[in-house]
């Protein structure tokens, strides 16, 4: 079975400063996909950037980017220009290419509640 | 714009009553899900649908069941609701599988069992 861990339960960043939030996961499977939602207070899960796992370029979406290690089985994100409006909660997901039944589903780690400060 | 919603924002209930969590999407998809989230715990699959009528239990199915007569709507069901379902349960749905690269979720229905 997948397990995705964020090792940071809380991080604080200053508006318009860059910050960085971590993600690791262990699998046995060599193709797979990896997400980065949000869960800002009004409790709406958004999709903030996906990544391949057969992709060797990180992925980016406007000020959030990825650093993807494969081989180290990494996944941290990324944001730039930190804005009031980036404070959430952020949950690091993987799902399985495997088209069977609940391999579809996202598996998350604990997430990282990001607190971002004049 | 795709669009889920669920029929509760907040929800209180009784140990011993029976609930349900209704979810409707509007996108057509074939596949949607019900999970959990807890603080520490991030979410976890209660029950998946991929099609009207077909279900598969996720990793917590205990004291839950599931309907999907419909394909835009996918009910979570507590038989018989304890304090420990005491939660926040939110539904999401996608395309089948091989499309699936997103899931789109609800706003989330947080429930609180007295």
């Known amino acids: 079975a997948q397990t995705v861990t964020q090792s940071q339960p809380e991080m604080s960043v200053q508006e318009a400063e860059t910050v960085t939030l971590s993600c690791t996961y262990d699998t046995s499977e060599s193709d797979y996909y990896l997400f980065w939602y949000k869960q800002p207070p009004s409790r709406q899960m958004i999709l903030v950037i996906r990544q391949e796992a057969y992709k060797q370029q990180n992925a980016t979406e406007n000020r959030f980017s990825v650093n993807f290690q494969k081989a180290a089985k990494s996944f941290s994100l990324k944001i730039s220009d930190s804005q009031l409006g980036d404070a959430a909660m952020y949950f690091c997901a993987y799902r399985s290419v495997l088209l069977t039944g609940t391999a579809s589903k996202l598996t998350f780690g604990t997430g990282t509640r990001l607190q971002v400060t004049l | 714009d795709v669009k889920v919603t669920q029929s509760s924002r907040y929800l209180v209930k009784r140990t011993g009553e029976k609930v349900f969590l209704e979810c409707v999407q509007d996108m057509d998809h074939e596949n949607m899900f019900w999970y959990r989230q807890d603080p520490g715990l991030g979410l976890r699959l209660i029950y998946f649908?991929?099609?009207?009528?077909?279900?598969e239990k996720g990793d917590i199915p205990e004291g839950y069941s599931v309907s999907r007569e419909k394909k835009e709507r996918f009910s979570l069901i507590l038989e018989s609701a304890s304090t420990n379902q005491t939660s926040m349960y939110l539904c999401?749905?996608?395309?089948?599988?091989?499309?699936?690269?997103?899931?789109?979720f609800g706003p989330g229905t947080r429930l609180t069992v007295t």
């Open positions: 649908s991929y099609d009207v009528k077909m279900k």
């Open positions: 999401a749905s996608s395309l089948p599988q091989e499309q699936s690269h997103e899931q789109y």
